[in-house]
């Protein structure tokens, strides 16, 4: 009977285990590091100005969209990535617009503004 016990709940701690273990590899694969490209600012500006510049003005002061002049102080290049590909709010979504590269650049670019 002890015996009986003993091997249900080693099996249960297995499955709770192997769930952990699969819930923490799978959050990990949703959310990836930025690629370990470097910055080049000239491109970031090209962008900007074709993409963003309506929105978010001349020198990054706002117009439409908020103020970005210290945006790396509020959010970390990963977090710019994400706001740039997906959008929100007014803020319109790039990832279809722009090469994921691009976004990249412009998220470590903008994470430079503190
Ligand atoms: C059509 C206008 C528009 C364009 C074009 C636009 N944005 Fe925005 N953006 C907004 C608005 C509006 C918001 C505020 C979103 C909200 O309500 O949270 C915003 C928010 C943001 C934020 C978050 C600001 C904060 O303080 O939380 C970032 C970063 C940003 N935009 C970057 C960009 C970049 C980079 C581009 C060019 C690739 C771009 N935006 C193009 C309108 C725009």
Redesign the pocket.
């Known amino acids: 009977m002890y015996k009986w016990t003993m091997s249900v709940l080693i099996g249960i701690a297995c499955v709770v285990g192997i769930t952990v273990l699969f819930m923490t590899t799978k959050q990990e694969a949703s959310a990836p590091a930025l690629p370990d490209t470097p910055l080049n600012s000239q491109a970031a500006e090209a ?2 100005k074709q ?2 510049i ?3 003005g001349n020198d990054l002061e706002g117009k ?3 103020n ?1 002049q210290k ?1 790396g102080g ?2 970390s290049d990963k977090q ?1 990535y994400g ?2 590909q997906n959008g ?5 979504a ?1 990832k279809s617009t ?1 090469k994921d590269e691009e976004i990249v650049n ?1 998220a470590k670019w ?1 994470a430079e503004k503190q």
């Not at 929100?88 to 319109?92: A, E, F, K, L």
């Open positions: 962008i900007y993409s963003c309506a929105c978010h439409i969209g908020p970005l945006i509020k959010y710019l706001i740039v929100r709010g007014g803020m319109p790039f722009l412009l903008l």
